[in-house]
């Protein structure tokens, strides 16, 4: 089968409010897990085919290099980092800890909550009150269930704390290493017909390439952001009553999704504009970004099912153009090569028949030098095929003529029965013959019996005609 669901039931109460993300590229999240290396070739090696980046941007999105950002920002030297995670971890903190899927959960209540206060005015954009804000930081923190519908916070509340939530991450959303692919993508734009660039922004290819960098983001940030984008669209779509449109949203959450961490406007001046252009186009095509493309989906599922791994979108493309009459044409050959040997069965029982007829005929007839030439040409023919048994030698060319005895033979025996069956769509062996002895003139004939009375050959009898002699007397 194409898809497999798997139905989880979960009887723990405390753990039916958290998100469930449901994810259909079951074989894409198989070989994410089981096959990590071969599924990061193979996305990135679509994702260069995409965008064009250098040996040393390529270097830092693999993680191979240290990473190059603007402002001097860099990630924290791991042992230090790891300390710090570590005494987080013990305090039970969710803000400004690495991300986990603890800490979706928690941070979880302020999404959920949020979804169903789009329609305030103002929401992101204007700041609630501190004192609150810090009741609600204390208890996430602290891992306390929260009752946000008590009337106690006010949506202003819950929306700051979740920007500061995500600005007090150690890294961007969408991670260091992937920051110069994102800039990349908002280069990519349309070409005219003479292939010159222009300045249209080539979405279908942006999509794309969001497709992809976004498989290969931690699972933590994945789910995320997944989150967070399905919140800022609902919110845009609402614009009319909150005055928040994604461009303006955009400009809320691009320092904390798509901005190296103390890294200032200053330090990103030439890329401003497309970092927050970016964001925008994230948000407003969000449904779609969260889907691996065709592609992904087929390679993965044929790397379990099937033999053939097409490795890029062209590779699929022309699987999926055989794929569409491949079982039709299966079936249609199947069924006409029963029908062919069938009627090749039936035809090479009739071409039995007939010339064991005849080759009784022949023992039959009074002693004569012409019964002795007439045995003599059978003998000879009966290495390669007798009457009665079917030659073990494939004919190699069908409209090669035959001269043997045997074959003139068949050619003749067959000729009135054959006849209807020339318009036959798969031709036998023996309906080629047949045409051919249409073509078969009396010096063919003459050569075969030089100097020997005409020979007429009917499938129940043999006819000897008295004719001229012509040429040498006697027989070989």
């Known amino acids: 089968s194409d898809a497999i669901c798997n139905f989880v039931i979960c009887n723990d109460s405390s753990l039916r409010r958290q998100p469930i993300i449901f994810n259909?590229?079951?074989?894409?999240?198989?070989?994410?897990?089981?096959?990590?290396?071969?599924?990061?070739?193979?996305?990135?090696?679509?994702?260069?085919?995409?965008?064009?980046?250098?040996?040393?941007?390529?270097?830092?999105?693999?993680?191979?290099?240290?990473?190059?950002?603007?402002?001097?920002?860099?990630?924290?030297p791991g042992f230090f980092r790891s300390l710090m995670s570590l005494k987080r971890k013990e305090k039970?903190?969710?803000?400004?800890?690495?991300?986990?899927?603890?800490?979706?959960?928690?941070?979880?209540?302020?999404?959920?909550y949020l979804?169903?206060?789009?329609?305030?005015?103002?929401?992101?954009?204007?700041?609630?009150?501190?004192?609150?804000?810090?009741?609600?930081?204390?208890?996430?923190?602290?891992?306390?269930?929260?009752?946000?519908?008590?009337?106690?916070?006010?949506?202003?509340?819950?929306?700051t704390l979740l920007k500061m939530f995500l600005g007090e991450l150690p890294e961007p959303l969408l991670t260091h290493k992937h920051f110069h692919a994102h800039l990349k993508i908002a280069d990519l734009m349309q070409f005219d017909d003479k292939g010159n660039k222009t300045n249209v922004p080539d979405k279908e290819r942006q999509i794309e390439a969001l497709q992809l960098l976004f498989l290969i983001l931690p699972p933590p940030n994945r789910n995320l952001l997944k989150l967070l984008l399905d919140l800022l669209y609902q919110t845009a779509k609402k614009q009319d009553k909150n005055k928040m449109s994604a461009y303006n949203l955009a400009?809320?959450?691009?320092?904390?999704?798509?901005?190296?961490?103390?890294?200032t406007a200053n330090d990103l001046q030439e890329n401003i504009t497309k970092l927050n252009n970016g964001m925008a186009f994230m948000i407003k095509h969000s449904q779609k970004l969260f889907k691996a493309p065709v592609?992904?989906?087929?390679?993965?599922?044929?790397?379990?099912?099937?033999?053939?791994?097409?490795a890029s979108k062209d590779d699929l493309d022309l699987v999926a153009s055989c794929h569409t009459k491949?079982?039709?044409?299966?079936?249609?050959?199947?069924?006409?090569?029963?029908?062919?040997?069938?009627h090749q069965e039936e035809t090479q029982q009739r071409t039995e028949e007939a010339l064991r007829e005849l080759f009784q005929h022949v023992h039959s007839m009074p002693e004569s030098a012409k019964k002795k030439q007439l045995i003599r040409q059978f003998n000879k023919q009966s290495v390669t095929q007798t009457p009665g048994r079917e030659s073990s030698t494939p004919q190699v060319q069908k409209r090669a003529r035959s001269r043997s005895f045997s074959g003139l033979i068949k050619r003749k025996v067959l000729g009135n029965q054959m006849m209807s069956e020339k318009k036959n769509k798969y031709p036998t062996p023996e309906s080629v013959a047949i045409g051919e002895l249409k073509r078969a003139s009396k010096e063919n004939m003459n050569l075969l019996f030089p100097g020997s009375p005409a020979v007429t050959m009917m499938p129940t009898r043999l006819k000897w005609s008295e004719g001229k002699k012509e040429g040498k007397k006697g027989t070989n």
């Not at 400009?251 to 890294?263: D, E, G, I, Q, T």
């Open 251 to 263: 400009l809320m959450f691009a320092p904390h999704v798509l901005w190296p961490k103390n890294a």
């Open 92 to 112: 039970g903190v969710v803000f400004g800890s690495p991300l986990t899927e603890e800490g979706i959960a928690q941070i979880y209540q302020l999404i959920e």
């Open 295 to 310: 592609y992904i989906r087929e390679c993965a599922r044929l790397h379990y099912l099937g033999s053939r791994t097409p």
């Open 24 to 76: 259909p590229d079951f074989f894409v999240e198989k070989l994410r897990h089981e096959k990590p290396e071969v599924f990061t070739e193979l996305v990135v090696s679509n994702i260069t085919r995409l965008i064009d980046l250098p040996g040393t941007e390529l270097a830092q999105l693999m993680g191979e290099v240290d990473l190059k950002l603007p402002g001097g920002a860099s990630p924290a």
């Open 115 to 159: 979804h169903k206060n789009l329609r305030v005015e103002g929401l992101f954009r204007v700041p609630g009150n501190s004192v609150r804000q810090q009741i609600l930081r204390d208890a996430l923190n602290n891992g306390t269930d929260i009752d946000l519908e008590s009337g106690e916070f006010h949506s202003n509340d819950v929306a």
């Open 326 to 342: 491949s079982f039709q044409l299966a079936k249609s050959q199947k069924r006409n090569w029963v029908d062919s040997c069938s």
